[in-house]
């Protein structure tokens, strides 16, 4: 099984090497029989190759069994015609990546701001808000002049339908509940079609619990009583904020594992970005690429029914938390002594011994 390793800008190539260590222990552990090919993309190939996502890194990623993507320092990227693509949103497009899973669950220490988060956000991930890469051709943000700037926020039937179903299956392996977040009072016509297709696209499941609610009303339910919900389905943008708060209030953006999966291809990403501020200095928190990369196992575990994998998907997440949860081996954004590197083989070692 090929898995294609992508480690990005900023503390990506850190945290990403620090899972590298963790994926070995469980190939060790479990005898995936994995194969990790490593290519440059970001600042690094734009300097070497003209654009930070060459076309050869993209096929072999979409050749490949599964993608590991670290965080792109997008916002100091040349325009695309001067290379700077945005990686994360080419895989998103290109393979047709429309369901974002970001799951959220209290770790075991004060780090979290919540004690009983469990939920996992699955947020749209191919129309919404994003406009300037929604558009079959040309983008959906433009200005008709110089004091004046529009975007547009696509929403198809069939995207909101597929979203919905995704949702709903994910939320029938769990506690059986749903929740819609639109701002359908508001913008009645796109968020009232994403509330009726998703809800038809969930109704394959008559035992769920569905339910609406507007996503200002979501920001402050997520603080007040998070333990209220399990799957939550909503629209890009909102996907994007209401997870980094969610996130936050879990534990961390450390831990924000997510992964972006179409019907054949999935690519493990943080949901946090190249954290520029603390790169190169050995302290961020690799956590959320080794979670995203858990659930990038527990993904090909379902396609193909391997044992092995869900184990070591399994294996990952709890050996995470074990860390987490003992002061000993705890990173330095929630107050343990442990840096990046360190904590990977601490993690690794855990899942050696599971
Ligand atoms: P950010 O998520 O990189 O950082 C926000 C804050 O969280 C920073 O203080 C950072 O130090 C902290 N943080 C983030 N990840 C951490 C970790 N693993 N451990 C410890 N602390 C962590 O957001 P930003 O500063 O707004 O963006 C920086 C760059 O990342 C920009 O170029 C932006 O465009 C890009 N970005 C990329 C992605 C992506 O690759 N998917 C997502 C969001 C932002």
Same mark, same amino acid.
């Given at each position: 099984m090929k898995l294609v390793v992508l480690p990005g800008d900023g503390i990506g190539p850190e945290i990403v090497d620090a899972t590298l260590t963790v994926l070995r222990a469980a190939d060790e552990r479990f005898g995936l029989g994995l194969e990790l090919e490593e290519h440059a993309i970001g600042e690094v190939s734009l300097a070497r190759d003209g654009s930070t996502l060459p076309e050869p890194v993209f096929e072999s990623a979409s050749a490949a069994d599964g993608v590991i993507l670290g965080p792109v320092s997008t916002a100091t990227y040349p325009s695309p015609s001067e290379g700077g693509l945005n990686p994360s949103a080419e895989f998103r497009r290109r393979l047709d990546l429309f369901a974002n899973i970001r799951p959220s669950r209290s770790v075991r220490h004060d780090a979290a701001l919540v004690k009983d988060m469990d939920l996992v956000i699955v947020r749209e991930n191919t129309e919404g808000f994003y406009a300037v890469r929604t558009m079959f051709a040309g983008g959906g943000e433009f200005m008709p002049d110089k004091d004046m700037a529009l975007a547009v926020r696509k929403i198809t039937r069939q995207g909101a339908e597929r979203i919905g179903r995704a949702a709903a299956e994910l939320a029938m392996t769990r506690r059986k509940k749903l929740t819609i977040v639109t701002k359908s009072n508001v913008l009645k016509l796109s968020d009232g079609l994403f509330l009726e297709a998703v809800t038809a696209g969930a $109704?394959?499941?008559?035992e769920l619990e569905v339910e609406e609610v507007l996503v200002d009303a979501m920001a402050s339910h997520l603080v007040r009583?998070?333990?209220?919900?399990?799957v939550i389905v909503t629209s890009n943008m909102f996907g994007d904020i209401l997870s980094n708060e969610a996130a936050e209030l879990a534990g961390?953006? $450390?831990?924000a594992g997510s992964l972006n999966a179409g019907l054949r291809h999935a690519v493990a990403q943080a949901?946090? $970005?190249?954290a520029p501020d603390i790169a190169g200095k050995n302290v961020a928190n690799p956590s959320s690429v080794m979670l995203s990369t858990g659930m990038l196992l527990e993904w090909l575990a379902d396609r193909s029914d391997s044992n092995a994998l869900r184990e070591s998907a399994r294996a990952i997440e709890a050996a995470v938390m074990a860390c987490v949860a003992d002061a000993a081996t705890r990173t330095q954004d929630i107050g343990g002594a442990l840096s990046t590197d360190a904590f990977g083989a601490a993690v690794a070692r855990r899942v050696a011994e599971v």
């Amino acid at each position: 099984m090929k898995l294609v390793v992508l480690p990005g800008d900023g503390i990506g190539p850190e945290i990403v090497d620090a899972t590298l260590t963790v994926l070995r222990a469980a190939d060790e552990r479990f005898g995936l029989g994995l194969e990790l090919e490593e290519h440059a993309i970001g600042e690094v190939s734009l300097a070497r190759d003209g654009s930070t996502l060459p076309e050869p890194v993209f096929e072999s990623a979409s050749a490949a069994d599964g993608v590991i993507l670290g965080p792109v320092s997008t916002a100091t990227y040349p325009s695309p015609s001067e290379g700077g693509l945005n990686p994360s949103a080419e895989f998103r497009r290109r393979l047709d990546l429309f369901a974002n899973i970001r799951p959220s669950r209290s770790v075991r220490h004060d780090a979290a701001l919540v004690k009983d988060m469990d939920l996992v956000i699955v947020r749209e991930n191919t129309e919404g808000f994003y406009a300037v890469r929604t558009m079959f051709a040309g983008g959906g943000e433009f200005m008709p002049d110089k004091d004046m700037a529009l975007a547009v926020r696509k929403i198809t039937r069939q995207g909101a339908e597929r979203i919905g179903r995704a949702a709903a299956e994910l939320a029938m392996t769990r506690r059986k509940k749903l929740t819609i977040v639109t701002k359908s009072n508001v913008l009645k016509l796109s968020d009232g079609l994403f509330l009726e297709a998703v809800t038809a696209g969930a $109704g394959a499941f008559p035992e769920l619990e569905v339910e609406e609610v507007l996503v200002d009303a979501m920001a402050s339910h997520l603080v007040r009583s998070p333990g209220a919900f399990d799957v939550i389905v909503t629209s890009n943008m909102f996907g994007d904020i209401l997870s980094n708060e969610a996130a936050e209030l879990a534990g961390g953006l $450390g831990f924000a594992g997510s992964l972006n999966a179409g019907l054949r291809h999935a690519v493990a990403q943080a949901a946090h $970005g190249s954290a520029p501020d603390i790169a190169g200095k050995n302290v961020a928190n690799p956590s959320s690429v080794m979670l995203s990369t858990g659930m990038l196992l527990e993904w090909l575990a379902d396609r193909s029914d391997s044992n092995a994998l869900r184990e070591s998907a399994r294996a990952i997440e709890a050996a995470v938390m074990a860390c987490v949860a003992d002061a000993a081996t705890r990173t330095q954004d929630i107050g343990g002594a442990l840096s990046t590197d360190a904590f990977g083989a601490a993690v690794a070692r855990r899942v050696a011994e599971v």
